[in-house]
Antibody, heavy 124, light 113 residues
Framework: EVQLVESGGGLVQSGGSLRLSCAAS????????MHWVRQVPGKGLVWVSR????????SYADSVKGRFTISRDNAKNTLYLQMTSLRAEDTAVYYC?????????????????WGQGTLVTVSS | DIVMTQSPESLAVSLGERATINCKSS????????????LTWYQQKPGQPPKLLIY???TRESGVPDRFSGSGSGTDFTLTISSLQAEDVAVYYC?????????FGQGTRLEIK
């Protein structure tokens, strides 16, 4: 069974840092692109970042570029999001999501599995 | 950035009736080399992460009931639920994956009338 379990969220002061983790199981983690998507409770979905299978290609939303870093450890089956210089507007539930890929079809940015999310609250 | 605009923002439909949600992109998400529309639909129920319903604008993900269908091309897309069931109460999002940044519509809240 595919599982994605986020951790590392919590309450942090503006300007602080947090590192989110997403532990993957039930599939060959190293063969899937992975993403972070965030959602302010009660609001819509916002893409944050993505990383390719070996970590050599990453991309970020303009709102987090230069402050957040996505990475992965394929030996540990874990995705990370290092967040620095946090702002009140970064407050959200952060989801990790797996990009859809089967034997017949792969997408880099269609999400077939999501974690349950971890809440990040930045106090000003 | 491609802006995705959904309508309506909320919708109330009677059980067994048809529900239609629209999504418009600010530029075409049709990839000419393969004639595929880079558009997905997700369903999100309270307290849960989103669930993939449809990709390539009209292909239903495995296990999704056939009352859900997607249509459209270029910049205008529709998600249709042919006969609303109680378990379909949720917020629905469209998403384009034609270009980075990936962008979502603002969501449409579907309720029972």
């Amino acid at each position: 069974e595919v599982q994605l379990v986020e951790s590392g969220g919590g309450l942090v002061q503006s300007g602080g840092s947090l590192r989110l983790s997403c532990a993957a199981s039930g599939f060959t983690f190293s063969t899937y692109w992975m993403h972070w998507v965030r959602q302010v409770p009660g609001k819509g979905l916002v893409w944050v970042s993505r990383i390719d299978t070996d970590g050599s290609d990453t991309s970020y939303a303009d709102s987090v570029k230069g402050r957040f870093t996505i990475s992965r450890d394929n030996a540990k089956n874990t995705l990370y999001l290092q967040m620095t210089s946090l702002r009140a507007e970064d407050t959200a539930v952060y989801y990790c999501a797996r990009a859809y890929c089967t034997h017949a079809l792969c997408f880099t940015s269609v999400y077939d599995y999501w974690g349950q999310g971890t809440l990040v609250t930045v106090s000003s | 950035d491609i802006v995705m605009t959904q309508s309506p923002e909320s919708l109330a439909v009677s059980l067994g009736e048809r529900a239609t949600i629209n999504c418009k992109s600010s530029q075409s998400v049709l990839y000419s080399s393969n004639n595929k529309n880079y558009l997905t639909w997700y369903q999100q129920k309270p307290g849960q992460p989103p669930k993939l319903l449809i990709y390539s604008a009209s292909t239903r993900e495995s296990g999704v009931p056939d009352r859900f269908s997607g249509s459209g091309s270029g910049t205008d897309f529709t998600l249709t639920i042919s006969s609303l069931q109680a378990e379909d109460v949720a917020v629905y999002y469209c998403q384009q994956y034609y270009s980075t940044p990936i962008t979502f519509g603002q969501g449409t809240r579907l309720e029972i009338k």
